[in-house]
Each structure stands twice: as structure tokens, then as C-alpha cells.
């Protein structure tokens, strides 16, 4: 079974940087499509980067230039570097992983407030 754990959450002022990190176990880390979404306060989830088997990388258009996605093999962990931070990013944010199903992390809270 699948579990991904995600880290590295917290309050943050606009124009900070936070790192967050989801780590992957139980399955083949290699084969999996590794994701992270977010979910605003009120709306919808929404997908916010995604990395392939391949690293092919796609990004939502409102964090090109400020969100970087990355997934480190040797310790079957993705992060998420955000840079420039704003208050329209305050959301929890997912990690997910799409290997032979789809799995979800618990979420992690990142708010961004001065």
C-alpha cells in the first residue's frame, strides 16, 4: 500500500519561501507520476505541479517562475520550493502520487499573511 507524508507547512509572509516534501513508500517510486495540489480555502482542489516518470514537468500557470517541483530518487521524496510567496497561495496542499491508482497524502497547511 501506498502512503506518501507530507512536511514542511506553516505561516509564511507574502514575497517568503517555503519547502515542502512528500515522502513515497510502498510501491515503486520510479513508476510513479508524483503530483501536488492544493485546495484554497472555499474552492475546489486544483493541481498545482506535477512531475513524470520521465521528469516532464508541468506547473499551473499562476506559480511558473516562483514554484519549482523536484522529486530526489535515492530518497523517494518529491518538494515543492515556493518563492515569492502570496496570500492568494494559502491553501493545504496535497501530495499525490498516481502508480497503478491514485493515492493522497493528509494535506499540509501553508498560509501566507502578514
Known amino acids: 500500500q501506498v502512503q506518501l507524508v507530507e512536511s514542511g507547512g506553516g505561516l509564511v509572509q507574502p514575497g517568503g519561501s517555503l519547502r515542502l516534501s512528500c515522502a513515497f513508500s510502498?510501491?515503486?517510486?520510479?513508476?510513479?507520476?508524483m503530483s501536488w495540489y492544493r485546495q484554497p480555502p472555499g474552492k475546489e482542489r486544483e493541481l498545482v505541479a506535477a512531475?513524470?516518470?520521465?521528469?516532464?514537468?508541468n506547473y499551473r500557470d499562476s506559480v511558473k517562475g516562483r514554484f519549482t517541483i523536484s522529486r530526489d530518487k535515492a530518497k523517494a521524496t518529491i518538494h515543492l520550493q515556493m518563492n515569492s510567496l502570496e496570500a492568494e497561495d494559502t491553501a493545504v496542499y496535497y501530495c499525490?502520487?498516481?502508480?497503478?491508482?491514485?493515492?493522497w497524502g493528509q494535506g499540509t497547511q501553508v498560509t501566507v499573511s502578514s
Open positions: 499525490r502520487a498516481t502508480y497503478r491508482n491514485i493515492y
Open positions: 510502498g510501491g515503486d517510486f520510479s513508476r510513479a507520476v
Open positions: 512531475i513524470g516518470i520521465n521528469g516532464n514537468l
